[in-house]
């Protein structure tokens, strides 16, 4: 089952939240368990603690009676020894009985019944052992006999027996219920850690299974990429083909068109040589007035025949110039370039120092600020990019000032480089912006000579160096054409196969 | 060209007014020797090396071509390699008069024993003007007897 990302992280976070829960759910049971237990082991503690206490109180109690006894019997002081021991310690044990047993109000009245019982108990003894002392034996004896002391010593002893027994009972249950807790403490930690595991093993599957989707989705793009790549190679291969193509079926229209030209033109000037003659003949020659097949000849020969000629000189000298320009540009494009190190500075300078003579001419300047070192590239593009650039700034010049123009160049990043020339000459408009880049397309007042090939050819030239050309303009103000250029063209040629 | 023998210049061109225009401007140069033209490389070959491909037809003559390489039937460069491979004609001067000017098919034509290759001149006046230099060269050139 594919695992989308939606999916994989919703899973992901179900997963880790119980997992949460569990962990949450374990420590808070621990916690409350261990609470517990300590709450347990406080009340085992404190049990044993007042079963210590009754019983060193029972068994004072009972040394002493034993003592006390003996020594009313024998009247032998040495059978006094273990009452005289015990019975600093009573109080301090009563003490401590009546310390663990507060916090119980059941039995509060019991342990005051308690002392008065042990303080009557030890008075009697008191006084029974000062009666023998004093040598009255029966005294004490009799004094026994009332019951009194006994009766307080059944009811110490019976409370303290039922104190013993709940104790027993008491510890008993702590036993049990801490032996639960431990158990529950067990279960808790087996299903939680199972929960655990569980969890684990579900957002491992989830992360495993979701990496594998990756792996193959990543498999499928390097894929696509690399069928990409192929096609692009082969559409550019294609394309390099057909501009191949595109300029040889030029080259090969071109010198075909050009052939009959030649016949047109040779034959036109044929023809001239022969209408001169003809035309010198007729004008030596007397026409009379009555003859109207001479009358024409003779216009014919020397007005007729001379201007249609000369008509068909200049229509084929154009067509001459036009095939001309297209035969220049399609031999451009299948001259092989040559990429070498061109110092554009240099470049520039030379450039603009062959036309020195036009620009000075009309006071104008050229100034060069170059801040790029050499470029890899063909040397005569660069040469007649830059030289046509110039040849136009200086041709469209705005005669109303003097010319300026700036040549700069600078890195732009993508291991390019931009070459601007400004001018201030009279501009290009808005609409004729892309125009001006097309074969034989002229831009503003025709009032130069000119074919219209010089920028169409220059765009041509960048292209095959794997640039570009733009421009801004306003009429008017002047234009800045900007040549984006690789500053490595070998890369581009490579690219290519040119 | 002023030997006993008079020197015929043959002519390949499959353009009829460039044929016209050649003869003309030759003409004009002073040049008054026989031209004979061939608008296609078959009957060129016929005439130059004979029915039988021998060349022995032309022993004796002397002869000059200028050859168009853009033929119909075949490439001036096909013309070229059978005259200078025929031991009869090989020493005739060949003169390549054409339009292409592709470097290595001016080095091809040269390497296979072309005496001179002439790019027509793109517009006609240069055409013209180179057509009657050749000519002037012409006049003075010493052309062999074929063997």
């Known amino acids: 089952m594919p695992i989308t990302s939606k999916t994989f992280v919703r899973s992901t976070a179900l997963l880790l939240l119980v997992g949460l829960l569990a962990l949450l759910a374990i420590v808070g049971t621990n916690v409350w368990l261990v609470e517990r237990s300590q709450g347990y082991f406080n009340e085992i503690s404190e049990g044993r603690r007042a079963r210590v206490a009754a019983i060193s109180l029972r068994s004072l109690l009972q040394d002493m009676e034993t003592s006390q006894r003996g020594y009313i019997i024998t009247q032998d002081e040495n059978y006094l020894g273990p009452y005289n021991d015990s019975e600093p310690q009573v109080e301090e044990q009563l003490e401590a009985l009546e310390a663990i047993l507060a916090p119980f109000p059941t039995v509060t009245d019991s342990v005051v019944q308690l002392r008065e019982d042990v303080l009557f108990k030890l008075n009697e003894m008191a006084r029974t052992v000062e009666m023998v002392r004093e040598g009255n034996g029966t005294g004490a004896v009799e004094r026994i006999r009332t019951d009194a002391g006994k009766e307080a010593m059944d009811r110490i002893r019976s409370f303290l027996s039922a104190l013993l027994s709940g104790i027993d009972q008491r510890l008993a249950e702590g036993d049990q219920n801490q032996r639960d807790t431990l158990t529950m403490m067990r279960w808790v930690s087996i299903i939680g850690g199972i929960v655990i595991l569980l969890v684990v093993a579900g957002a491992m599957w989830a992360v495993l299974s979701y990496t594998q989707e990756l792996a193959r989705a990543r498999r499928e793009v390097e894929d696509a990429n690399a069928n990409l790549e192929a096609r692009v190679k082969e559409r550019t291969a294609d394309l390099g083909k057909a501009n191949e193509e595109i300029q040889r079926f030029a080259y090969i229209v071109t010198h075909d068109l050009r052939a009959p030209l030649v016949n047109i033109m040779g034959f036109t000037a044929e023809l001239e040589t022969s209408v001169d003659d003809v035309k010198t003949f007729m004008e030596r020659q007397e026409v009379g007035e009555d003859d109207p097949v001479a009358a024409q000849a003779r216009t014919a020969a020397t007005t007729d025949l001379p201007e249609a000629i000369s008509f068909i000189r200049a229509a084929t000298r154009k067509m001459d110039g036009l095939i001309n320009a297209i035969l220049k540009i399609s031999r451009e494009g299948r001259r092989r370039l040559n990429p070498e190190p061109v110092d554009l500075a240099e470049l520039a300078e030379a450039t603009a120092a062959s036309v020195h003579h036009q620009v000075s001419e009309s006071q104008g300047e050229i100034v060069t600020d170059i801040r790029v070192g050499k470029l890899v590239t063909d040397k005569m593009s660069i040469e007649q990019i830059l030289g046509n650039m110039l040849d136009n700034a200086i041709k469209y010049q705005e005669p109303s000032r003097s010319l300026r123009i700036a040549i700069r160049a600078r890195h732009v990043p993508g291991n390019r480089v931009v070459i601007e020339i400004e001018d201030n000459g009279r501009g290009i408009a808005d609409a004729d912006h892309e125009r001006v880049f097309e074969l034989f397309r002229r831009s503003g007042t025709q009032s130069k000579p000119g074919e219209g090939i010089g920028l169409a050819h220059v765009r041509t030239m960048v292209r095959s160096l794997g640039g570009d050309v733009t421009l801004t303009s306003k009429l008017g103000q002047g234009t800045t054409f900007i040549i984006n250029l690789p500053r490595d063209a070998r890369s581009y040629l490579g690219s290519f196969g040119a | ?147």
């Open chain 2, 1 to 147: 060209m002023n030997n006993a023998r008079p020197v015929t210049i043959v002519m390949v061109e499959d353009d009829e007014g460039h044929a016209r225009l050649i003869e003309k401007n030759i003409r004009r140069a002073g040049v008054a020797n026989e031209i004979v033209a061939f608008t296609n490389g078959t009957d060129a070959l016929n005439y130059l090396l004979g029915g039988d491909g021998s060349g022995l037809v032309n022993k004796g003559r002397q002869l000059l071509v200028l050859l168009d390489l853009n033929l119909p039937d075949m490439t001036g460069i096909d013309i070229l390699e059978k005259v200078k491979g025929n031991e009869h004609t090989r020493r005739s001067p060949v003169v390549v008069l054409t339009t292409t000017d592709d470097q290595r098919e001016i080095q091809r034509c040269y390497d296979l024993g072309a005496n001179v290759y002439i790019t027509k001149p793109v517009d006609y006046d240069g055409f013209a003007n180179a057509i009657k230099q050749l000519g002037l060269f012409f006049s003075v050139m010493q052309i062999p007897e074929t063997e």
